[in-house]
């Protein structure tokens, strides 16, 4: 047997979970040596273990997969990260890749995709899943049609800019409300007018404007 590969599964649901490190520990090479359900644990988990990769969902309960990602990135710049999620959308996608992830693979892909994204990013490459490459694509299509004179990072409040740094980060308005202990009307205003400031008027734009803004960044 050659080098041992140490995998953290990181997933709310713990069927799913089971599922992945069955398949996981099928492979000679790999050894999955820890779980974790939510972006919190994820950092405990990996700061125990010291794994070599990490699978990590983004939504999930108390703190977010794309949250406990950046959190990872920060601390151990070596261990790679592979999302493998639900989220097909574009704005899951920059926003997990600006946290710092190698890879992205869909639930809905084959067991062949994931094993082929855990071996890529062991070894320092990134991959995505074939089947998001042309919402990445169309992605950075759409940032030419953002207007040169969009409006300043500056014309916004200080809270209007952590509402808008939670929404690129993939949070939901409850979670982004308990975050802040502000109401979940309070977090709808508050996009509403930051939307309106920017001329922006989906997630997938705000989250663009973020990444490019240096309001999300790979650490």
Same mark, same amino acid.
């Given at each position: 047997m050659g080098l041992l590969h140490r995998i953290v599964i990181v997933d709310d649901h713990a069927i799913f979970r089971a599922g992945i490190k069955a398949l996981l520990d099928a492979e000679e090479d790999i050894k999955v040596v820890g779980e974790a359900e939510d972006g919190l644990s994820a950092f405990q988990t990996v700061n125990r273990l010291k794994p070599d990769l990490v699978i990590s969902d983004l939504s999930m309960p108390r703190t977010s997969g794309t949250e406990g990602i950046r959190q990872i990135r920060r601390r151990f710049p070596e261990i790679g990260i592979v999302v493998l999620t639900v989220h097909k959308a574009e704005e899951y996608i920059r926003a997990a890749l600006a946290a710092g992830a190698n890879g992205y693979v869909l639930k809905d892909d084959n067991e062949h995709e994931l094993l082929t994204a855990i071996h890529q990013v062991i070894g320092k490459k990134t991959y995505l899943s074939p089947s998001i490459c042309n919402n990445i694509v +169309? @992605?950075?299509? @759409?940032? !030419?049609?953002? +207007?040169? +004179?969009?409006p300043s990072w500056d014309c916004l409040s200080p809270r209007e800019q952590q509402v808008l740094k939670l929404i690129a980060e993939g949070q939901r308005n409850k979670d982004i409300a308990e975050y802040l202990s502000i109401s979940p009307k309070t977090v709808e205003k508050h !996009? @509403?007018?930051l939307m309106r400031k920017l001329d922006l008027h989906d997630i997938s734009s705000l989250t663009i404007y973020a990444i490019n803004n240096g309001v999300i960044i790979n650490s």
């Open positions: +169309s @992605g950075f299509l @759409g940032e !030419r049609h953002q +207007s040169a +004179s969009t !996009r @509403g007018n």
